[in-house]
């Protein structure tokens, strides 16, 4: 049984046991029953978000517009992003991303971290670091700009978190096994 196939078989099948406020996806899913499980989710009053993880997908790609459409965030890195709109910049890519979906967080590494939310265009600079290991940094980004979303923080302030988690995590090797503590992203983040 494919990896994938079965964790769509699994949420669908726990969804009607588990209550939960947001669902995060760690990659692109294109799985047939993807629009099904967002709605499912949706219904059920979750928000969803998705990352990227480097699939060899463009909008043209079956399935993914109707995916991104049932998405309240998307968060690929700045490389996923070009390739999935086939353009060669960041902001050509969130030119062709941003009406697909309402809230749009392109990470650009050691650059920093963008949104888009309607109008609204965020910036915030990544924190100075001399990375070990940048597996995974992503992942924790994600972690820690959608706990500060969660929490109801301002998109700067959630940018912020994104970043000094990212950032903290590539100190070592594996990613997660550097994430950084709450306390730690509060002390850098000022409270």
């Known amino acids: 049984v494919d990896a994938a196939d079965s964790s769509v078989k699994l949420m669908l099948d726990a969804f009607d046991r588990l209550s939960f406020r947001h669902l995060h996806f760690t990659g692109f899913q294109l799985d047939p029953r993807t629009p099904e499980l967002l709605r499912a989710a949706r219904a059920r009053g979750a928000t969803v978000s998705m990352d990227c993880q480097d699939r060899p997908i463009t909008l043209e790609s079956p399935m993914v517009l109707e995916v991104l459409t049932q998405l309240d965030i998307f968060m690929p890195n700045a490389l996923e992003a070009q390739r999935l709109t086939e353009t060669t910049t960041l902001q050509d890519a969130a030119a062709r991303l941003r009406p697909y979906v309402p809230l749009l967080v392109i990470k650009d590494g050691a650059q920093g971290a963008h949104t888009w939310q309607g109008d609204q265009h ?70």
């Open 122 to 191: 965020e910036f915030v600079p990544a924190i100075s670091v001399q990375p070990v290991d940048t597996t995974g940094a992503g992942d924790v980004f994600n972690a820690g700009f959608l706990t500060a979303l969660r929490e109801g923080k301002a998109l700067l302030d959630c940018l912020r978190w994104g970043n000094i988690c990212g950032g903290l995590s590539t100190l070592g090797h594996g990613g997660t096994t550097t994430a950084p503590t709450r306390a730690q992203v509060e002390m850098l983040v000022g409270g």
